[in-house]
């Protein structure tokens, strides 16, 4: 019960921030709202939430979304990525992403997203090791009717 309802408040505050976070202004580069685990950018006129998840809530998130996909690979971490389009306050649900993740290490890893998608929720997901401490930097290159975006954020393993 303790997971569902840690997973539940992550969700809850992936799908707040990305319905709810105030525009940036020019000073802020786009960036609006940061924490250790959550990192939220502007791409025009996409919202996009990088989560960073562990395997037991990747897991449990799963399961309690009803979701139909599973990753055979058992991985240390897992990177959401939630995009919305700002006005329509309306889920991307049709884009193709490639995440790239370059360790504390500096070797980088490339991966084809796969989709999480239940509850009113659309994650574009992807598992990694982070086991390492230090900064692990994660770009997103998203394909998106005929767009071309690419996001990123860093976040750090202590």
Same mark, same amino acid.
């Given at each position: 019960?303790? @997971?569902? *309802?840690?997973?539940? $408040?992550?969700?809850?505050?992936?799908?707040?921030?990305?319905? /709810?976070?105030?525009?940036?202004?020019?000073?802020?580069?786009?960036?609006? %709202?940061?924490?250790?685990?959550?990192?939220?950018?502007? +791409?025009?006129? $996409?919202?996009?939430?990088?989560?960073? @998840?562990?395997?037991? !809530?990747? &897991?449990? %998130? @799963?399961?309690?979304?009803?979701?139909?996909?599973?990753?055979? &690979?058992?991985?240390?971490?897992?990177?959401? *990525?939630?995009? %919305?389009?700002?006005?329509?306050?309306? *889920? $991307?649900?049709?884009?193709?992403?490639?995440?790239? +993740?370059?360790?504390? #290490?500096?070797? =980088?890893?490339?991966?084809?997203?796969?989709?999480?998608?239940? %509850?009113?929720? !659309?994650? /574009?997901?992807?598992?990694?090791?982070?086991?390492?401490?230090?900064? /692990?930097?994660? =770009?997103?290159? $998203?394909?998106?009717?005929?767009? &071309? +975006?690419?996001? #990123?954020? @860093?976040?750090?393993?202590?």
């Amino acid at each position: 019960m303790k @997971i569902y *309802l840690t997973v539940a $408040i992550t969700v809850l505050v992936s799908t707040l921030s990305v319905s /709810y976070c105030k525009k940036a202004d020019d000073h802020q580069a786009g960036h609006m %709202m940061d924490t250790d685990t959550t990192k939220s950018l502007m +791409l025009g006129d $996409i919202q996009a939430v990088f989560d960073l @998840i562990d395997r037991v !809530h990747h &897991e449990g %998130m @799963i399961a309690h979304m009803g979701a139909k996909h599973g990753t055979a &690979e058992k991985f240390s971490h897992y990177v959401l *990525l939630t995009m %919305m389009k700002k006005a329509e306050r309306k *889920l $991307i649900m049709d884009a193709e992403v490639m995440f790239t +993740l370059t360790g504390p #290490n500096g070797k =980088s890893v490339v991966k084809k997203s796969h989709v999480m998608s239940g %509850m009113g929720m !659309h994650h /574009y997901a992807v598992g990694f090791d982070m086991k390492a401490k230090g900064d /692990y930097k994660i =770009s997103a290159a $998203i394909k998106l009717g005929g767009r &071309e +975006l690419s996001a #990123n954020a @860093i976040f750090t393993m202590k």
